[in-house]
């Protein structure tokens, strides 16, 4: 996105009232992240109020002074932008990803609710419902419901903060106040117990003056105390067992405490490493299964000491706890002695890929700042990170390795069983407080009455953000290959993206496809290998194309594409070798495919009812393929790297569709096809058809008015479409319109998930809706409301690099410019309103849509006369 060097540092400040205020302005950024960290997470509670943290982090955005009844979110709804919060051991985020128009009022909104939040008896109530059923949901129904967390901090902590149940009990919950809201507000949500972090924005003074002029005059008041952390280490191993009715195997949940990342940085990162070397080695001994390890309970650097190193794994009916243990253990003591020098040096320089990848997208690099500035009092450690990680080698491997095997270990085993039973946690009951903790009365000391709030005059929007700086080039390779580079200097990594037609092939028999694309990245170990240079690449199939995603290091550009072609070469002699192109039955597939995706496969057979695959094609599947190289490189360079990898393979066995062929292929519109699967407890909908053509002469406008009439008839919160469904279908199902491409052909689709009994009110709603598109011109008004949504969203295809490669290969892929992308906002601003209503008689009005059903339907349910008029009945095939 940028073609610029990042400015070093970052700009740090603190208001009078005690606010730290961290801004990252390296990048000038058409979106904005803004961040709010309290000092304050579930570790904060006083006995008798477990889960407050959390309940009060949802209370926090009902409303406040200026912006009452939800209004905090009218310019998250406006803009596209988003929203949301996360509670935590030792804090509680608020964050925020905008336009840089809507900078200053997200700026507002958290001063405000900082400054006076509303809080309203039938706002606790609705906020105490949803945190019921979030418990019940995560603990209570799901199997291994609490799993390793909260049950074993219960296990392996003492004291009361660092043991309780994060979550707390919904009984005891319903207790809260509106006064008790308002106390634990004062007494944790001080200017002083918070950090502001803004990611983006350009101008660091300009910003600086916002956040003076909204945050300057909030007052500064006491903070409660904090907790008390600190504990002794177990000094013996501790083992707590309890049943689960709903678990299929014996699980096993080990915790051991980690280094203080405050005081030793460089033995924390050597756990983190052996946590991932001991995940990455497979099974720990003959007989036993891999295990799954965490840093952190909520992940590296997310929370102060103490912390623990979390090992899970599922038992197989053979295996024992303490076998699985001892085995653990066993590895850890070998490290000890012989730390395995190249699997470190991997490992590590996999991790420094990973962060850097991970953090330079807009929000995670705005909530990381914030959060290691309220933990730690340094925001500047994320960047410095990988220079760390780098400096562990075997010999601090060694060590960590020999302090973990040294450690009791502290183990919690789930059994299944008939009755469910969970561990009692070491403090005992909390209904009257406890001696570990703070009273309830220490957390109301220095506590002050909020005054009444002033009113506040809710501040304009401000300027769109100027156009996305770009800098590309591209060439298409004798094979076909389409490559395309674009610089983008966020991170020292790029993301590469590659997308090749099945075509024919791919349509009737998706899952003979993905067999290949497995045989082949496993003959060419080409995951073992990227992550052998740092980096990662991983393939998937649809029913039209083959992906191949990754991200490597720039300097290892070259040495990953060549195993990207070694890789394509592996995918072509896969299909020459084989004596068939399809698959024998129920190959492919090891997880049942998404109701999206059945129902286009069921789409694109009908679409090729003509059409079978024949033998690989000698001109090969690289010809309609694209590849995108994003990130930290000259373009020109990239490219030649492309070249010279990528020039000699010649095909994947696949044949592609010609691009010109999709009228030949479709067969006549308005067919009924039904998928039956009684086991679903939906009714999945899906109408589509082939767009019309696309003018030569006018291709950009076209394009910017169909994405525009999309959104007003279905693609956004207030289109037509939402409009008319938001009673029907109700809370939890989802009615909407797109666009995408399918066999190689452009395509609009409306599609529907609702209850069974819904069904057939939401098909006629949808038909509605299709009918007044013809009848009923797109307003003005409506045509403005989605323009200023879908061109603010628009900028979030910027907010990271791997973002950026995402959806440029799907752009190029159709065909499109890669220029097209920063171009799109501007666009979606100039297009006229007729040219839009007149797109959506186009695309919604005028052709007859297949209609595909999936779900527990009667096949005469549908097909009665006024139903679905026009539709004739097609295909029926039970699942």
Known sequence: MSTDRPQPGLHRFTLPNGLRVVLDSRFPQPRVAVAVHYGTGFRSEPPGREGFAHLFEHLMFRGSANLPDGRFYDHVHRFGARANGTTHQDYTDYYQVVPAQALERALFAEADRMRAPLFTEAALAEQLRGVEQEIQQAVHDRPYGGFPWPLLPGVLFETFANAHDGYGDAERLRTVTVADCEEFFDANYTPGNAVLTVVGGGD??????????????????????????????????????????????????????????????????????????????GPVAPGLPAVGTSCGFFGPLDARDPDALVVTALLPPDAGPRELVAAVARRWADWAQVPPAEAVRRTVRLMVGEHHRRHGDLETRCRALGRLEILFGRADLLDRIPDHLVAVGPAEIATAAQELAATPATVLVMRPGSTRTRPEPAFGDTATGGADARSADAVGAGRVSRSRAEARAVPPYGRPATPVRWQSDELVLDNGLRVVAVTDRRAPAVEVRLRLPLGVFGGWDTPAAEVLLRRGLARTRAGDRAAGLGGVMEGSVDGQWMDVTGCVAPEELSAWLAVLAELLSAQGEGVRDASSATSPPGAGRNVRPTAGRLMDDAVQRHWLADERPGNASSRGALEGGVLVLNGDIAPDRALAQAREALAHPESTGVTPLPRTGAARRRTAGGRLLMLRSPAEREVHLTFCAPEPAVPADDAEATEAARYLATAVFGGYFGSRLAARMRGVVGAGFEVYAGRDVLLDTARVFVRARVAPHLAGETLAGIRAELRRAGEEPFTEAEVADAREFCAAQALGAFDSPATQADLLRQLTAAGRDPLWLPRLPRLLHEVPSHAVSRAGRDLFATAAMDTVLLGAVAPDEFTQPGVLPGARAGAFAQR
Do not use: K, N, Q, S
Not at 260 to 272: F, K, R, V
């Open 204 to 281: 660091p003074d300009a910003i600086r003056e916002l956040v003076v002029r909204h945050f300057a005059a909030i007052p500064a008041r006491a903070t409660a105390p904090a907790p008390v952390l600190a504990e002794p280490r177990p000094g013996e191993e501790r083992w707590v067992e309890c049943i689960e009715p709903g678990g299929t195997a014996t699980a096993l949940a080990m915790g051991l405490r980690l280094p203080d990342p405050g005081t030793d940085l460089p033995g924390y990162l050597a756990h983190a490493v052996v946590a991932r070397l001991t995940a990455e080695r």
